[in-house]
Nanobody, 122 residues
Framework: VQLQASGGGLVQAGGSLRLSCVAS????????MGWYRQVPGKQREFVAT???????NYADLVKGRFTISRDNVRNTVLLQMNSLKPEDTAVYYC?????????????????WGLGTLVTVSS
């Protein structure tokens, strides 16, 4: 199983970016998909998650500015980031809890994608 993220880049404060992450491989089910971010020298922090049923959860710092969504057919999660601030600058990581294999019940594991850099200039 692999997670491939894309969409990072350089944007001015107040601008927008959209991150995309696609899960591929022998996937039976994906329970949670989400995004985390990390600034050098700091711990990775939670940004947003969406479960298979569509319920979402956001970090307080991004509520009202970021929107997470997923396409269960394409195993894709999107993060629309609006009103970006310089403090949003970080490497953004895609995360998913994915069920694989033929056993019942399904075995779920955590997967991480390689990060994509978002830089917001002031």
């Amino acid at each position: 199983v692999q997670l491939q993220a894309s969409g990072g880049g350089l944007v001015q404060a107040g601008g927008s970016l959209r991150l995309s992450c696609v899960a591929s491989g022998s996937i039976r089910s994906i329970s949670v998909m989400g995004w985390y971010r990390q600034v050098p020298g700091k711990q990775r922090e939670f940004v947003a998650t969406v479960i298979s049923g569509g319920s979402t959860n956001y970090a307080d710092l991004v509520k009202g500015r970021f929107t997470i969504s997923r396409d269960n057919v394409r195993n894709t999660v999107l993060l629309q980031m609006n009103s970006l601030k310089p403090e949003d600058t970080a490497v953004y990581y895609c995360h998913a809890i994915i069920g694989t294999g033929a056993n019942s019940p399904i075995t779920y594991n955590n997967y991480w994608g390689l990060g994509t850099l978002v830089t917001v200039s002031s």
